[in-house]
Every structure is written in C-alpha cells, then in structure tokens.
C-alpha cells in the first residue's frame, strides 16, 4: 500500500483565541487509504467540520501530527489538491453555472490544466447538469446548485474530496439520485471522499468505513468497516437485510454518541 491519503496521530483539535480556547476533539488517531471513501456521523457539534477544515487546512490542529498524501496540509492545501463542499451550495449569485465551476481557476493558484469550456461542460454533464452552464443559481434548483458545488470541487481533479453534509437539504428522491452519481464519480475518479452526514442511510449507502464521532469528549467512537455488506465495487441494495441491519447498529452507536 501507497502513502495513505490522510494519516492523524494523537491529534487534538478545536479553537484558540487570545484567552478563549475550546478543545473540540481529544486524540484523535486515523488512517483513511488513498481511494478510500470515508463516512462520518456524529451529533451536531462533535467536531465533524472541525476535522474536515484541519485536513483542507483552514484550520491549525491545537496538537499532534497530521499528513495529508504524506505532506503537511498546507503544502497539499497550495498544490490544490483537496475540494470541498460546504453543507449549503455557497454559489456566487451573479456568476452563470459554467462560470461559478471555473471559479478555484479564477481565484489565486496555478492549475495542473488550463480550465476550458469543453471541461467544464464535460463535469457539467456527468453530473447531469448539461444544458444548464449559462443559467444563473436562482435560475436552477436546490438540487442542481449542490450539484454545480460538486463540480467545482471535482474541477481541480482533487486527489481528496471533503464533503460536509452536500445533500442535507434535498429531498430523499434526489439525495438517493445524487449518492449514485456521487459513488459513480468515485468510481471514475478514484478520489479518496471524506463525507459528514446527519443520515444513517447515508453513512451506509457510501461509505466503505464509517466513523462515528462522540461528543462530551470529542472523540472517535467507532470506526466500522462495510466491506462485508458491499459488493467489489462498494454497491449494495437498500432492501438488503444486511444494509437494514448495519443501520439498525449504526443507529445504537450514534445513540451512546451525544
Ligand atoms: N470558529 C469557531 N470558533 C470557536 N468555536 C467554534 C468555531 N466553529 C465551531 N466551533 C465550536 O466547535 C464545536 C464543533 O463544531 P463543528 O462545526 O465541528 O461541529 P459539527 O460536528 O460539524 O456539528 P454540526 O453537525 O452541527 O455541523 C462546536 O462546539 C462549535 O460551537
Ligand atoms: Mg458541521
């Protein structure tokens, strides 16, 4: 095996100051492979979107080690190598779709690949979002603008995806719709995903592990692996006694987490 894609020792995390500190997680210790996609839950405020912005490097650790692909976070942070999408859409209302995906080109950094049109019409599309790259985010639904957020994080071709909570104001039909499309990009791109999710559903129908955090301390509750209810290629039915019951499990273990 390669260098893992995120390797975390002893970390503590949260928030400093002048005299105001907040530790929000404790010792937190995890290897996540590179090509892996990595489900996190946890109640609200355990600390989910602290740990995605430590590996995106918006953020310091207060303590401990962190490599992300074997470098420090802000070296991978300049190289452009991580995306992130926010829990809500966060489009620039007055750029159109096409222009709102080619904005990581626009502001600051150099790019691998001058982004053209041609490209971004290509993501534009395997997103399902062809025909829509001159419409401007009040012009497209809710749906579609957390799809347009997708595609300006995959524009970078980011060897990490840090999702946090991307399909939380959907409507089931079109969250399950975009956790195809999602696992089909993976597939496709073999980008290592770290996902944060309020739905148990969720965590399972994605993830190859899932994690759970505590709260009251901070801390890694739980790390599962789900290999063993997914197929090669990390499919599974939700009708499946197996994924019915892998939730009923993540359920009691979310419930020892507040
Ligand atoms: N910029 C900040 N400064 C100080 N404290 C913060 C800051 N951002 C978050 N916190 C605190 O850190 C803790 C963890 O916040 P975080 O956003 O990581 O939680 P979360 O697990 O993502 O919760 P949710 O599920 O509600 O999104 C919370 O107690 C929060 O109040
Ligand atoms: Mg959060």
Same mark, same amino acid.
């Given at each position: 095996?390669?260098?893992?894609? /995120? +390797? %975390? ?15 929000v997680l404790? $010792?937190v ?5 590179? #090509?892996?996609? !990595?489900t996190i839950l946890g109640p609200s405020g355990c600390g989910k979107s602290t740990l995605l ?12 080690? @962190?490599? %992300? ?15 992130? %999408?926010?829990?809500?859409?966060? !489009? ?7 222009? $709102? ?13 001058? &982004?053209? *049109?041609?490209? @971004?019409? $290509? /993501? ?18 809710? #749906?579609?603008?957390?799809? %347009? ?5 995959? /524009? *970078? +071709? ?6 946090d909570e ?6 089931? @039909? ?9 696992? $089909? ?7 290592? @995903?770290l996902f944060v999710t309020h739905s148990i559903?969720?965590a ?6 899932i994690m759970v955090l505590g709260a009251n301390p901070g801390r890694i509750l739980n790390v599962?692996?789900?290999?063993? &209810? ?20 993540q359920?009691?273990l979310l419930a020892q987490a507040a």
């Amino acid at each position: 095996m390669g260098t893992p894609a /995120i +390797e %975390v020792q002893g970390l503590s995390l949260g928030y400093r100051s002048g005299r105001y500190s907040l530790t929000v997680l404790d $010792n937190v210790s995890l290897t996540v492979p590179e #090509g892996e996609f !990595l489900t996190i839950l946890g109640p609200s405020g355990c600390g989910k979107s602290t740990l995605l912005r430590v590996v995106a490097n918006l953020l310091e650790p207060l303590s401990g080690d @962190i490599r %992300v692909l074997g470098e420090a976070p802000a070296a991978i942070r300049k190289k452009r190598q991580t995306g992130f %999408v926010f829990q809500d859409a966060t !489009l620039l209302p007055w750029r159109t779709v096409r222009n $709102n995906v080619r904005l990581p080109a626009v502001v600051g950094g150099r790019l691998a690949r001058p &982004i053209t *049109d041609d490209r @971004i019409d $290509n /993501i534009l599309a395997l997103l399902g979002l062809q025909g829509l790259g001159d419409r401007y985010p009040n012009q497209i639904s809710g #749906g579609q603008r957390q799809r %347009v957020a997708i595609a300006r994080a995959l /524009i *970078d +071709e980011p060897r990490i995806l840090l999702m946090d909570e991307p399909f939380g104001a959907l409507d089931e @039909i079109t969250r399950d719709r975009l956790n195809d499309e999602l696992l $089909n990009i993976w597939r496709a791109t073999k980008t290592t @995903i770290l996902f944060v999710t309020h739905s148990i559903e969720e965590a399972v129908y994605l993830g190859q592990r899932i994690m759970v955090l505590g709260a009251n301390p901070g801390r890694i509750l739980n790390v599962r692996d789900l290999k063993p &209810i997914k197929t090669a290629d990390n499919s599974c039915h939700r009708e499946d006694p197996a994924f019915v019951s892998e939730i009923a499990a993540q359920r009691a273990l979310l419930a020892q987490a507040a």
